[in-house]
């Protein structure tokens, strides 16, 4: 009959007694599996380990990535929004200098389209692609970022070639600059603009020639630009007024004041007290009737102010003279 069992003799040293150990088969077998199964989920936990260790660092790396994008996406937002503000100004230095708009927006031939994407929708593409697969779309946002980015370095270059013309324009025109009504004669607010409004008097539409800048009486009205006074005194329904001739055919009115500070024939500065605001003539309030004429037909002030920031619009622009 086979032995069910293995006899395992110990020999602790050559003076020492052997000692025997029986081991049944079945048990053996037993341990056998239960140390290969310990083996292979040792295994497999190293395994997974490493793999769980992997992911995470692939998934920190992802994120530190889409971060960056969403930090590059948001400067370019800003440096795009301040590129339109430059667009913006150099129309108006352009309008202020009596120079062709038209060359300022020329620059933008060439440049981009309505193929371009925004940057707003760049932000949303990147944002929506935090954890894509390797190699496939986490490049969408930076890839139209770099095109976005080469659109605008070209603008600013472009940009740059106009303000250079600009500069070289305005130095000389300087006389020019100098009487054309580049800033708002007060501080205020816009109470009626340029243009066909309803009367406060007759409640009938009628064109209103310039603008309504409502402030305190007493406040002081400064000459927008260089130029002759040609008219000081009371001028019917717009109460006490002054026109300034500014030469190459612009002139300005100001209407309703409190009382002038200059006399017919006066050179003014750009800068110096003209009058001061009232509520002579027909009016609701203190306020300042505002006029830019050129070859004496009347043209909306606000085209020729620098910083519109000045003066305030309030309300709907029905509340003037």
Known sequence: MAKKFYTVLVLPDSGSQIRRFHIAKPLLSALAVTASLIFVAFLFLVYQTV???GHMLELR???TTSNEQADLLQQFERLENQMTQLREFDVRLRTAAGLEVKNAESSM?????????SSRALMVAALAHQTP??????KIGVDNLGGELDRLSREM????KSFQGL????????SLLASTPTIWPIKGWLTAGFGQRRSPF?????MHEGVDISNSVGTPIIAPADGVVTYTGPLGGFGNVVSVNHGNKISTFYAHLQQHKVSQGQRVRRGDVIGLVGATGRA?????HYEIQVNEVPVDPTKYVIDPETVKFLGSGESAE
């Open 51 to 53: 793999s769980h260790t």
């Open 61 to 63: 790396q992802l994120r």
């Open 109 to 117: 031939v060439g440049v981009g389209g309505a193929d371009t994407v």
């Open 133 to 138: 697969p390797a190699g496939s779309s986490a």
């Open 157 to 160: 270059n472009d940009r740059n």
């Open 167 to 174: 500069i070289e324009a305005l130095e000389a025109k300087r």
């Open 202 to 206: 007759t409640g009938q539409r009628q």
């Open 284 to 288: 609701t309030g203190p306020h300042l």
